[in-house]
């Protein structure tokens, strides 16, 4: 006899994870894109007037 | 005479223990094998996989030692996955990603499936540790579902990286139906204008450093991961370490692999790993890359349905992290709908967008499990 653990309720049980997960990923990945985009603007702004020499 | 006898001791052992689980063993491991050469599946890890399933299951084995002390000294402290996260990471050219930088969303949509399964598989296991681990196959990442599972002490780590490593390769095969069958014909027809913004040599530069800092802030679980990965990074991007940035890409991330692989069979003992737990863990691990694929796509769609310039919903598949087949799967597509459909430079920028958002998902977990431990 093949021994199954089979708990259907634990799917939602572990819901709250998925959430907490999901918007902790978008969260880092939003901080992680704006500052991206401020790194990226500022840098090109300060390197504009090196090139114009 | 007595000499000559002992030389079938292991054929009498092998015969005495009964031990058919052993040749299954075989048969898997010459699979792998057969997959690697003939198939061009993951070779660089499923051929010494396979190999090293293969000699781990004889009675009483003489590889079992020394595949011990490589296990303690490069598995069982996550070494060598980091290590070769430094190699993946001087691979990783940011460039697309830079210039557009709001497609890094998709790459977090494509994490859907590592949370999704999460849930699937504590229906399933009871141990919080192996449900935990299970999922982080949806990572579609090698070294990221070692860390996890291993930081977690799971008991699968064997299976969940066979079948991490076995869906990255078949994701040629597990995505286009899902892509297709969540778009439309019009959807997949959608063209993107490429319009490349200029990224200054200091934002190459700073990426891998802003990355490392903002995920050691809210997931500092995430420090070893993340940051061996943009340190790779930072070699290849600095410009004044090319000759470590090319050793990382290839001597590093070559020696790692050939460790790794062999490695990783320690763990793929008859006792250990044919079991209906096995069995279960291989298909989570493809429910995973399938919720992942769906993920993706679906938020693009979404994504769509508020967005002025429609992006075509299948790069969102690309940010199922595994690199660089996802990206080039989406271009593939884009390309056979219509041939004037170049969806590349997008979708390889969801592509390495997913490989830091796997990371963090792994932190994430990481996050969540560790206190209970």
Redesign the interface.
């Given at each position: 006899m093949?021994d199954?653990?089979?708990?259907?309720y634990?799917?939602v049980?572990?819901?709250k994870?998925?959430g907490?997960?999901?918007l902790?990923?978008?969260?880092?990945?939003?901080?992680?894109?704006i500052?991206?985009?401020l790194?990226?603007n500022i840098?090109?702004k300060?390197?504009k007037p090196h090139d114009d020499d | 005479m007595k000499e000559l006898l002992s030389l079938f001791d292991g054929l009498l052992a092998f015969g005495k223990d009964g031990n058919w689980k052993m040749i299954v063993m075989w048969i898997i491991g010459g699979t792998l094998i057969y997959l690697a050469i003939k198939k061009d599946m993951e070779p660089t890890l499923l051929l010494p996989i396979g190999f090293g399933c293969i000699i781990m299951n004889f009675p009483g084995s003489g590889a079992a030692g020394p595949l011990q002390t490589l296990y303690n000294a490069g598995i069982a402290n996550e070494l060598f996955p980091l290590i070769l996260f430094i190699g993946i990471g001087a691979m990783i050219d940011f460039g697309p990603l830079?210039s557009n930088?709001?497609l890094?969303?998709f790459?977090?949509?494509a994490?859907?499936g590592?949370?999704?399964t999460?849930?699937?598989a504590?229906?399933?296991?009871?141990d919080f540790r192996d449900?935990a681990s299970i999922a982080i196959i949806g990572a579609a990442d090698g070294p990221t579902s070692i860390v996890v599972a291993q930081k977690l002490g799971s008991q699968y780590v064997g299976a969940i990286t066979v079948a991490a490593y076995s869906y990255m390769a078949l994701v040629p095969i597990i995505q286009p139906p899902v892509i297709k069958l969540l778009t439309t014909e019009n959807e997949r027809k959608i063209r993107m204008a490429y319009r490349p913004?200029?990224?200054?040599k200091?934002?190459k530069i700073?990426?891998p450093i802003?990355?490392t800092i903002?995920?050691c802030i809210?997931?500092p679980d995430a420090g070893a991961l993340i940051g061996f990965l943009m340190f790779g990074n930072l070699i290849r991007e600095c410009g004044v370490l090319d000759s470590l940035s090319e050793t990382a890409q290839k001597v590093l991330a070559n020696l790692i692999t050939i460790f790794l692989g062999i490695t990783i069979a320690f763990n793929m003992t008859a006792q250990q790993f044919l079991s209906?737990q096995t069995l279960l863990i291989m298909g989570l691990g493809l429910i995973a890359f399938i919720v992942d694929t769906a993920g993706g796509v679906l938020f693009g769609k979404i994504y769509n349905l508020f967005a002025k310039e429609k992006i075509n919903p299948m790069i969102g598949a690309a940010g199922i992290s595994a690199f660089p087949m996802a990206g080039r799967i989406v271009h593939k597509m884009g390309l056979k709908e219509d041939p004037q459909n170049f969806l590349l430079m997008h979708s390889t920028a969801v592509n390495v967008?997913g490989q830091?958002?796997s990371v963090?998902?792994g932190a994430?977990?990481l996050?969540?499990f560790i206190p209970m431990l």
């Open positions: 093949l199954f653990y089979f708990e259907p634990e799917f049980k572990n819901l994870y998925m907490i997960g999901m902790g990923v978008f969260m880092i990945v939003a901080v992680i894109i500052a991206t985009y790194t990226n840098t090109n300060l390197a | 830079l930088p709001k890094m969303i790459g977090a949509a994490q859907f590592i949370f999704f999460l849930c699937m504590s229906i399933f296991f009871p449900y913004k200029s990224v200054s200091a934002t700073l990426f802003i990355i903002v995920a809210f997931a209906p967008s830091i958002a963090i998902a994430l977990i996050k969540i």
